[in-house]
Nanobody
Framework: VQLQASGGGLVQSGGSLRLSCTTS????????IGWFRQAPGKEREGVAC????????YYSDSVKGRFTISRDLAKNTVSLEMASLKPEDTGVYYC??????????????????????WGQGTQVTVSS
């Protein structure tokens, strides 16, 4: 299984970015795919999760209404559309996938059980 995250960059506050996670070797219909981020000096946190079996989506409270996770089965890709970006959205964004389920804990989405497969991360920097 391979995951390739892309689409990060530098954007001004209020701007938009689209991240993509291209997958291979995993059946997205049966998988949960999540986006996580890690800011400098902080723990990694869940941002969004897409449940492959029922297409339900889950978001952290901090991004709800601004971020949208979606799946393209034809391209084996899961995207994260980010709008109204804020400086606190800055961090390295990782995609993760496994034959797992999405869940929410303390207001943040996660995969359960812990996913085995991770992308390499893509940097998102939002300037004020």
């Amino acid at each position: 299984v391979q995951l390739q995250a892309s689409g990060g960059g530098l954007v001004q506050s209020g701007g938009s970015l689209r991240l993509s996670c291209t997958t291979s070797g995993i059946i997205l219909d049966w998988s949960a795919i999540g986006w996580f981020r890690q800011a400098p000096g902080k723990e990694r946190e869940g941002v969004a999760c897409f449940s492959g079996t029922d297409s339900k989506t889950y978001y952290s409270d901090s991004v709800k209404g601004r971020f949208t996770i979606s799946r393209d089965l034809a391209k084996n890709t899961v995207s994260l559309e980010m709008a109204s970006l804020k400086p606190e959205d800055t961090g390295v964004y990782y995609c993760s996938a496994d034959y797992a389920a999405c869940a929410v804990k303390n207001g943040a989405p996660l995969l359960t059980p812990d996913p085995r497969y991770w992308g390499q991360g893509t940097q998102v920097t939002v300037s004020s």
